[in-house]
């Protein structure tokens, strides 16, 4: 006899979700390349990351009413089909900030940049930008902010503008979501005539998303001279990334940037929460989690982590980028025990 219990399908990649809804659901626990249309037709609920295309080819037919996504991004979901078709889609936003502000401020440090007194530009006040924009500060860094939209909204006079952050910054960090069709596009927000505009030589860094910045300008301005260095997470064409680029860059991580423990054990409990609400099922009880550290010194973020050794490993191997992803082996935030 056919169980009347919510059907969800969760990849199989997303750690930390076993167990918080399988005494509540029928759950099937996939790779991505498994999750098909196919598979998906008679399931109420999907639990995915960004491997998985939730499109209509997956979904036109289905009964699937949800999507949980345990990724803050969205991009591998058409928002507009999903909506029109009644299928609720969440995220998991700010579950990974920590470990993204720990990327960026340890791939500086691995470089031994000194960051004291130097101008940090940060692209997008979200929840990773924030925390990185504080961390700044508390390392004694003069941090300056560019968000259009969260100025519009906020009413705020502290932003600046991409021109402020061009001609002042020593380091600058992207940190928005990807649109194109937007009012504030963010596709190659870093693009020739931004790099045509560099005043100090700064270093760039994409943990964000990859098409956030363009290649062929990150290229010109490295030959240039007109940036010094890059470090790059995020890349375009992911897995299919620049070796040119690759060579280059100082730091070069296959999307890892906020692969932490903690991150994703929140990003799970985060889409299993949204799978309950939606659903009125008993999810198991997860416990409260710490999420930043009081205080930060330069110390505390470079005995946590040392990107220097992810780069090394992709830097060998750049055709094994989503092998080397999905086996990451997850690290421990700033100041969390091991």
């Known amino acids: 006899?056919?169980?009347?219990?919510?059907?969800?399908?969760?990849?199989?990649?997303?750690?930390?979700?076993?167990?918080?809804?399988?005494?509540?659901?029928?759950?099937?626990?996939?790779?991505?390349?498994?999750?098909?249309?196919?598979?998906?037709?008679?399931?109420?609920?999907?639990?995915?990351?960004?491997?998985?295309?939730?499109?209509?080819?997956?979904?036109?037919?289905?009964?699937?009413?949800?999507?949980?996504?345990?990724?803050?991004?969205?991009?591998?979901?058409?928002?507009?089909?999903?909506?029109?078709?009644g299928i609720t889609v969440k995220n998991a936003p700010g579950c990974n900030a920590p470990a993204v502000a720990q990327y960026v401020f340890a791939s500086l440090l691995s470089l031994?940049?000194?960051?004291?007194?130097?101008?940090?530009?940060?692209?997008?006040?979200?929840?990773?930008?924030?925390?990185?924009?504080?961390?700044?500060?508390?390392?004694?860094?003069?941090?300056?902010?560019?968000?259009?939209?969260?100025?519009?909204?906020?009413?705020?006079?502290?932003?600046?503008?991409?021109?402020?952050?061009?001609?002042?910054?020593d380091i600058i960090t992207f940190h928005t979501p990807y649109t194109k069709v937007t009012e504030f596009p963010t596709h190659h927000l870093l693009n020739l005539k931004f790099v045509a505009e560099l005043r100090r030589k700064p270093i760039i860094i994409n943990s964000a998303r990859g098409a956030v910045t363009d290649t062929a300008a990150l290229l010109n301005g490295l030959e240039s001279g007109k940036i010094s260095r890059v470090i790059i997470d995020c890349w375009e064409r992911e897995p299919y990334i620049s070796r040119e680029l690759l060579e280059i860059a100082a730091v070069a991580t296959p999307h890892i940037a906020g692969y932490s423990q903690q991150g994703k054990q929140r990003a799970s409990y985060m889409a299993a929460h949204e799978v309950a609400s939606q659903f009125n099922l008993c999810m198991s009880e997860v416990p409260q989690?710490?999420?930043?550290?009081?205080?930060?010194?330069?110390?505390?973020?470079?005995?946590s982590y040392n990107p220097l050794v992810d780069s090394v490993a992709l830097k060998k191997n750049p055709e094994k980028f989503e092998v080397l992803r999905n086996n990451y082996h997850l690290r421990t935030e700033v100041l969390f025990p091991e």
């Open 112 to 169: 031994g940049i000194n960051l004291k007194d130097r101008c940090l530009g940060v692209i997008g006040a979200g929840h990773v930008g924030k925390i990185v924009a504080d961390w700044g500060h508390q390392l004694g860094m003069r941090v300056i902010v560019n968000d259009p939209p969260r100025e519009r909204m906020d009413g705020q006079e502290d932003f600046v503008s991409l021109d402020a952050i061009a001609r002042e910054a």
């Open 1 to 85: 006899m056919e169980s009347d219990r919510i059907k969800i399908i969760v990849d199989n990649k997303i750690p930390y979700f076993r167990g918080l809804l399988d005494d509540v659901a029928d759950i099937k626990y996939l790779s991505p390349e498994d999750i098909t249309a196919d598979v998906v037709k008679d399931v109420d609920a999907i639990v995915t990351r960004t491997r998985t295309r939730c499109d209509e080819n997956l979904l036109k037919g289905s009964r699937c009413s949800l999507i949980a996504s345990a990724t803050i991004g969205l991009d591998h979901v058409d928002l507009e089909w999903c909506e029109r078709n």
């Open 289 to 303: 989690m710490q999420y930043l550290p009081p205080e930060i010194t330069d110390a505390d973020i470079s005995s």
